[in-house]
């Protein structure tokens, strides 16, 4: 969003922070596994939801859902993707052996609360264990790099693309050989689900609702049988609020910087959310993630995880379904790696004590 100040102190909110290392200890049994929603998971990690899968890569988000599976890790699949909830549910029942996948579904405040309720059941009957309610974007935020590109759903193709397709002939092939780009979740309603070619701005304007309130959290928990997590909560008192409200988690998040430019980074949220509501609700840390070492930061601070977005998603782009399983071997790789030279061993290890904030940075 506008001048993209938040998205650069998204990341460099971790670069603040720097270790305490522990050294003399026993670190040849790391174990990275935790808890996230009452369930086991293979590290604190989880996929964050992102939209329009299929313009990385002609899988979307099948490859993403699929590599989650294998890594044993959360996927959320966002309302506005471009492979349904019944292809996903489907693709991770093939992949997976033994472990039965995870998988959650994001859910945006809309107008329309009917069609609200039959993606909702649509997740349920598809074995997706929770939702995700998107809390920040009541309004799109002013992203000038896509006024500048002229971005819109689906795609159009002028001179800039042809220029990069030449460039990247293996992504165009790909691309120009796949099915045209839908939200596949709405696929066959003309005014949302891509059909025609619009601006982002104007797609959320017209159906997302700008009046949203608790009220509407309490509706979406009326109507869901299962977790609820809050994505987009961005200060202590709201934080508060939705643990009063008994919300099973809240996913600290400025949107990747793509809303209010200007709002606090993530990491930097975690520890006085921690201090006023840890222990009622879980906490996620969304935002700037792209190292083993920021997880172990963001655990430290007092989340109970991390969610990942562009990380996988510019690997999607990159290579595809390999990509994807390569940054979260990557993550999973350095999240051993720090907690060893930290001098810890598991999980509930790593504690508050393990990191500080730079001195020049007090």
């Known amino acids: 969003a506008e001048d993209e100040v938040t998205s650069m102190r998204n990341r460099a909110g971790f670069d603040h922070l720097e270790f305490k290392p522990r050294v003399l200890r026993d670190v040849s049994d790391i174990d990275t596994r935790t808890t996230v929603l009452g369930r086991e998971t293979a590290m604190p990690v989880v996929l964050a939801p992102t939209g329009f899968g299929r313009i990385a890569d002609s899988q979307g988000e099948l490859a993403v859902c699929r590599a989650a599976a294998r890594a044993g890790l959360p996927y959320t699949l966002s309302t506005m993707a471009t492979r349904s909830i019944e292809e996903v549910s489907h693709a991770q029942e093939a992949q997976a052996a033994g472990a039965e996948p995870r998988r959650w579904f994001q859910v945006y405040v809309w107008k329309d609360k009917g069609l609200l309720e039959e993606l909702l059941s649509r997740a349920a009957d598809a074995g997706f264990e929770s939702i995700m309610i998107t809390v920040d974007t009541a309004v799109l935020g002013r992203r000038e790099r896509d006024v500048r590109r002229g971005f819109t759903l689906p795609p159009k193709v002028g001179l800039d693309t042809i220029v990069d397709g030449a460039l990247h002939p293996g992504w165009t092939w790909d691309f120009v050989r796949a099915d045209p780009i839908r939200f596949a979740n709405v696929v066959g309603r003309d005014d949302v689900d891509g059909s025609h070619a619009v601006s982002l701005a104007d797609h959320i304007n017209s159906q997302f609702e700008q009046s949203l309130s608790w009220a509407d959290v309490e509706w979406f928990q009326s109507v869901w049988d299962g977790p609820v997590t809050l994505k987009g909560i961005q200060t202590v008192d709201d934080a508060c609020i939705a643990a009063d409200l008994g919300i099973d988690a809240i996913a600290l998040s400025n949107h990747g910087g793509r809303q209010l430019d ?86 509930g290890e790593i504690t508050p004590d393990l990191i500080r904030r730079r001195p020049d940075q007090t």
């Open 262 to 347: 200007g709002a606090p980074p993530p990491i930097e949220l975690v520890a006085p959310v921690a201090d006023e509501v840890g222990g009622r609700t879980e906490i996620y840390c969304d935002g700037g993630v792209r190292r083993g070492s920021d997880i172990v930061k963001a655990l430290a601070s007092g989340a109970n995880a991390v969610m990942i977005g562009r990380a996988y998603l510019y690997a999607l782009g990159a290579a595809g379904e390999r990509g994807v399983d390569w940054v979260l071997d990557f993550l999973d790789a350095g999240l051993r790696q720090t907690m060893a030279l930290s001098g810890v061993r598991t999980i």
